[in-house]
């Protein structure tokens, strides 16, 4: 695990070290197990999240936006009387456990001081967040309630007393000495990183590797490199490492460099404990909080998608068949031609075809008259004429709709932020394809955040994030001049090349139409065609969704999709 007894010391240092004497100013619930807290501390202003979820359970300062609820939830609640307002007093680690305590001085309903104290316990499926009176050491309420059904041994209930977790005979590492690590390891011979996890309190399996693999390698005792260790926890220049694997994507972290990962993974070198803890998360697709905020969308946008490949499929077989109607006018002209020559009552007629000389067995219904046989095969034409029509438009409609939600999907699986997923869930509420949830998240940002570049040669691009960023984009933000960039047929953004009098290079146009590429779902393809033109020749159809347009005066470009 990650977040072991080391990283926790070392954020609890930290946060001691900038929130002590901080003022608790605004407490959020985002999640159901998860806080954030505005802490106003000297002249800065901090976020601290801290999450209990069984998954990825930890406590770090963060500085992204965040989006919450409208309606706060009930623990939120709870936090806000009880803590909002008060000053951080301390910030403590238990022992060498991955419990972090924060101690709080706060305001009671009758104006005395009194002491409360956020313990954050990072145990796994086990993790929890409480809020415990300091002066009873009774729970005034906790994220997860346990019951004695759950857990004999200890309640985390409201008015219990509260009850550490037992540490199950395991020596903290600060008060371990040489002669106890010694005589832990003189019995284990290979097994040493496992006597080390077994005996000593807060040591993760991947620190305990690499204190062996140290020992070994350097010459040193067991004991020197983990005292090398400690007196890193609570360094002012600590030097947290983030190791990413051969794709860029996250694989482990930890406060200081681990050289049984050097040499396998490629290190990113972070000033304090907290950056490197925010980095590993969001980019971290197991655990990142942004793909759990999506999946609910894309199960309903795929969900809409299906319904709606099945319907283009029905129509166009329905349109397959109307187009070959033109038999029945046939039939009907043939009849009306032929109707002295077919008794009352016949199964079928066969007529002479006027048009190629060939004889044609006409079906007809005993029940009706020759001619009334002829207008029922009128009747059938010109139904299927007009099917033609209004089918054409559903299947027009229904293309339409398959496009939009193909780049909502493209949206959802580039976006790099929960604000990005809530704005592209709100697009979703107002096209009607979700329903708006009771408790209805509001974006942190306001206004349009596209993401921007910048040539080799000094022109500017911009892209959209989603649909109604491309509308304000190419509509409200660009000139007719600039220059206007799509995937060719591939859901994607656009991206606006702004020419600012000056000449456009090929350059510009190679890189932009990179940028298209690289921000639409044809990311990991190659030679990706491009279509540009200038603003002026986009249109946006009367009654189209956010992002559809229309354009003219293209040109094709085919390029490898990339970040510039």
Request: net charge neutral; with cysteine.
């Amino acid at each position: 695990m990650s977040f072991d007894g080391m990283v926790a010391g070392a954020v609890a240092h930290q946060l001691n070290s900038v929130l002590t004497g901080g003022k608790i100013e605004k407490i959020y619930q985002p999640e159901s197990d998860e806080i954030i807290l505005n802490i106003h501390s000297g002249r800065e202003n901090y976020k601290l999240y801290i999450s209990s979820n069984s998954s990825h359970a930890r406590l770090h300062l963060i500085t992204d936006a965040t989006s919450n609820p409208l309606n706060p939830m009930g623990f939120c609640m709870l936090l806000r009387k009880h803590l909002q307002g008060g000053r951080i007093t301390a910030v403590q680690q238990k022992d060498s456990e991955r419990i972090v305590e924060i101690f709080v001085d706060t305001i009671n309903e009758l104006g005395f001081s009194v002491n409360k104290k956020l313990i954050v316990e990072i145990m796994g499926k086990h993790s929890n967040i409480i809020v415990v009176d300091l002066a009873s050491n009774k729970i005034i309420d906790s994220i997860k309630r346990i019951s004695i059904d759950v857990n004999r041994y200890r309640q985390l209930l409201p008015g219990q007393q509260y009850v550490y977790p037992p540490t199950q005979g395991k020596i903290p590492y600060y008060g371990i000495t040489e002669a106890q690590l010694e005589s832990f390891t003189e019995n284990a011979a290979d097994h040493s990183a496992k006597a080390l996890m077994a005996n000593i309190q807060g040591i993760s399996p991947l620190i305990a590797e690499e204190i062996v693999y140290r020992a070994g390698r350097q010459g040193a005792s067991l004991f020197q490199v983990l005292n090398d260790f400690l007196n890193k926890i609570s360094s002012e220049s600590p030097s947290p490492k983030v190791y990413l694997q051969e794709d860029g994507t996250p694989f482990e972290y930890h406060l200081f460099p681990l050289l049984t990962l050097s040499e396998y993974y490629r290190e990113l070198n972070f000033s304090d404990i907290s950056e490197a803890i925010s980095y590993y998360y969001s980019n971290k697709s197991s655990s990142n909080r942004i793909r759990q905020k999506s999946s609910d969308l894309d199960r309903a946008v795929g969900n809409s998608l299906e319904k709606l490949y099945l319907k283009k499929q029905r129509l166009s077989e329905d349109l397959l068949k109307a187009e070959n109607s033109d038999i029945f006018r046939l039939y009907g002209e043939l009849l009306t031609s032929n109707l002295h020559q077919i008794q009352q009552g016949a199964t079928q007629a066969e007529v002479l075809n006027y048009y190629n000389n060939n004889i044609v067995t006409i079906p007809l219904d005993p029940r009706f008259s020759p001619n009334q046989n002829a207008q029922k095969y009128y009747k059938k034409y010109s139904k299927a004429k007009t099917a033609i029509t209004e089918k054409n438009i559903q299947l027009g409609e229904a293309n339409a709709d398959i496009a939009y939600l193909e780049s909502i999907l493209s949206y959802l699986e580039k976006a790099s932020s929960i604000e990005e997923i809530e704005e592209l869930r709100l697009e979703l509420v107002e096209g009607g394809y979700l329903k708006k949830r009771k408790n209805n998240f509001r974006p942190g940002k306001s206004k349009p955040t596209p993401y921007q570049y910048t040539t080799s040669d000094g022109f500017r691009v911009l892209v959209g994030r989603n649909n109604k960023e491309n509308d304000i984009l190419t509509f409200k933000t660009a000139t007719g001049k600039d220059l206007w960039f799509h995937t060719k047929d591939i859901p994607g953004s656009h991206a606006i090349l702004f020419i600012d009098g000056k000449s456009v290079t090929e350059t510009a146009i190679f890189e932009a139409a990179a940028l298209a590429a690289y921000h639409s779902k044809g990311r990991e393809s190659e030679n990706v065609p491009v279509d540009y033109t200038q603003v002026r020749h986009v249109k946006k159809p009367s009654g189209a969704k956010s992002g559809m347009v229309i354009f003219t005066d293209n040109k094709t470009v085919y390029v490898n999709p990339r970040q510039i």
